[in-house]
């Protein structure tokens, strides 16, 4: 949802985005992340069940009340808010793309606000994956019973595991830039890339 914010700042109010996300204020957040995720990682603790079973699974050792009370609504809120922000960022980047479009020579390199564009629905793009591969798991450990298993939970988790080799195909196929530090890579070739004529902005390279 941070990450959301950033970008919906960006995009609504470029002019002071530098001014609003300084670096103390990013540290600042950053922090408050993680000590959010402690705290919700610790109130499990009390929801522990007297009886452990012989496996790790979070559902064999928590109690159903707390994804209930307690990860479900964190989960719902954190997903709502982000998808709303989402939704508001790609609507405000399509419209102001189509109404400074303005037809790129064929050779020529996307200037700034080309970019912009591309890397907003990127990042739409990648929530979406994101989304997708997570909320089967997220559903099926809040409501499934411990002892239930079979296909269905490996089906669920192998689509979670796969989001993490989702990003990387999307932002390759999406993103030259990416493409080409991709291929240098398997290339194993030394120097960077010259950036100068394809250059994010200032906005764009915190996605």
Not at 34 to 43: E, G, K, N, R
Not at 186 to 193: M, P
Request: with cysteine; hydrophobic share 50%; proline share 5%.
């Amino acid at each position: 949802m941070a990450i959301a914010i950033e970008r919906f700042v960006a995009v609504n109010a470029p002019y002071r985005y530098l001014k609003l996300f300084t670096q103390k204020r990013c540290a600042l957040v950053l922090v408050s992340i993680w000590a959010y995720s402690v705290v919700i990682s610790c109130l499990c603790l009390p929801f522990a069940k007297e009886k452990l079973g012989n496996t790790c699974r979070m559902a064999d050792l928590v109690s159903p009340s707390y994804f209930k009370f307690i990860m479900a609504p964190n989960i719902g809120f954190v997903f709502l808010s982000s998808w709303i922000l989402h939704v508001c960022i790609f609507h405000t980047a399509r419209n102001t793309a189509a109404s400074t479009a303005v037809p790129i020579p064929r050779g020529e390199t996307p200037k700034g606000g080309e970019i912009n564009y591309k890397v907003t629905v990127t990042a739409f793009l990648v929530f979406v994956t994101f989304s997708v591969c997570w909320l089967p798991s997220i559903v099926f450990t809040a409501l499934a019973k411990p002892r239930q298993a079979g296909i269905f939970r490996g089906m669920v988790h192998l689509l979670l595991l796969t989001n993490s080799g989702m990003n990387p195909i999307i932002y390759c196929y999406r993103l030259p830039l990416f493409r080409r530090a991709f291929v240098k890579i398997l290339k194993r070739e030394d120097g960077s890339i010259a950036v100068s004529n394809y250059a994010l902005s200032v906005d764009t390279t915190k996605v």
